[in-house]
């Protein structure tokens, strides 16, 4: 704590002072010092059987290999794997790998380091689901059979996140801070709660990165700003309500993102479950109340207030992606949304606020206490929906309660990722639990967005999954049991003369993204 609060004076010092940036970039063209949020420091370390890589927030592992990677389209392409083939019955996937790559300790990777990977990550993962996956098998040197238990198109989507273990060197209770993997990038030295510094593979199978050293700081926002005052970071993560600075040496990059913020709008009446919770919203149960929330909001009116103008409009959980369906694109009107609770007999009562049948339209939009743009979002839309005469307040609450409290009012999430498998996540039926015959963190259910959902996991061509996955949004829009609002674009210092290269649509979570291709970077000198 103590070299924390020191660090931090010694760049308030340096900053008041106005420190001219330091000369990394021209002496040494082929480093760079990355500052990225605390929580992007893996606590397990960098061992993808403990969620290395996989996750909230999915990343490129840079350290390990991956079978396939997501291209800048969010399509398939391929790393180690030079051919795939699925089964008609969707419950085989045949790989073909490389033959020239080795790990960092001379050993080359052979399909049985990808047998192994699998077979650990599959019985020791608490962060990925895994239970598609019956068994990884190697046949031969160079080939990779993965036996399902049930049909998963997406697959591909899951190897490319999944680093690759050495099975002759793997131990688990060390391999996390002492990673061997045959990537673009060494783990040269781990200072837990301080810094990470990666080195370029020299016997790297790939092109030759351009940045030989990478320099990873974990920061608080504040601190962050303050190293990029003092000259001390080439880049570092920051959020909307510093865009307005101005650093001399520094511009704000932006970038896109499907990291998206939305509330679930409960569709069942209101009652109490099992463990004595309250299911369900007298209001929201009715479909044009929902219909009218989502067409009275004025999602840009939300990013200006909130976000500075970084952001963009969020329609679904999966904007931008190939599997996205623009069905439930719609700008704001409030007189029509008006009209839609009118006709549904939400009358305007003596202080403004629409009643019917003796059920005031009241919810209470609870948000993550302690971050400030969920907050923000929840201030912002309760005014909007005032302007319908539906009372809205904001209430900041712990996720210890949160699961709970969305189950009978909105609550603002944060999602978004590289796989159709929010989709299913978020709108799927459960068939067991405590919340069997709902989906997961709303109550809502629909058979025939079920049934497309399952038909896509089936489909052994991953690109006529897509069209599946967006029949089945559209089967969704019409019930509205969700309200997405805003895209939070994903914001940067950049030190004057590094050019970042270009950058696919980040994913929920302000942290590894970042640097998926920092081997691509290099410096204008």
Known sequence: MKQTILFLLTLSLLAGCQAAPLEQAPGDSRAVTVVLDPSSEPAA??????GWGAGEHVHEPLIQSTLTVTNPDLTIGFDLATDMEVSSDGLTWTLAIREDVQFIDGEPLTAQDVAFTYNTVKNTS????????DRA?????TTVVFHMARPFSIWPYTMAIVGILPAHAYDPASYGSRPIGSGRYILRQ???????????????YGDTPGM??????FMEEDAAFLAVQAGQADLAYTSAPYAGQR???????????????????PVWGSSINEQGTVVGNEFTWDPAARRAISMGIDRQAIIDH????YGTPAYSVCDGMPWYSPVSEAGCDRTKAAGLLDAAGWLPGPDGVREKDGVRAALTVHYSAGDSVRQGLAAELANQLKELGIETDIKGVGWDTAYDDALSNPLVWGWGAHTPMELYNIYHTEISGDLANTARYSPYSNERADELMDAALACTDLEESYALWQQAQEEIAGDVPWVWLVNVDHLYWVRDGLQVAEQKIH?????????NNVDQWVWNV
Do not use: C, K
């Open 306 to 309: 909130v976000l500075n103008g």
């Open 247 to 265: 650093v001399s040496g520094y511009s704000l990059l932006s970038v896109q993102t499907v990291d998206n913020r939305g509330i679930n709008l």
């Open 507 to 515: 994913p929920h979570g302000h942290g590894w993204s970042i640097v």
């Open 126 to 133: 608490s962060v990925n689901d895994f239970t598609m996956l």
């Open 212 to 217: 030989e050293r990478v320099t990873l700081l």
């Open 190 to 204: 781990w200072d837990r709660g301080q810094q990470v510094i990666l080195e370029a593979n020299p016997d790297y």
């Open 137 to 141: 098998e190697a046949i031969g040197e």
């Open 45 to 50: 370390g960098f061992d993808p059987a403990f």
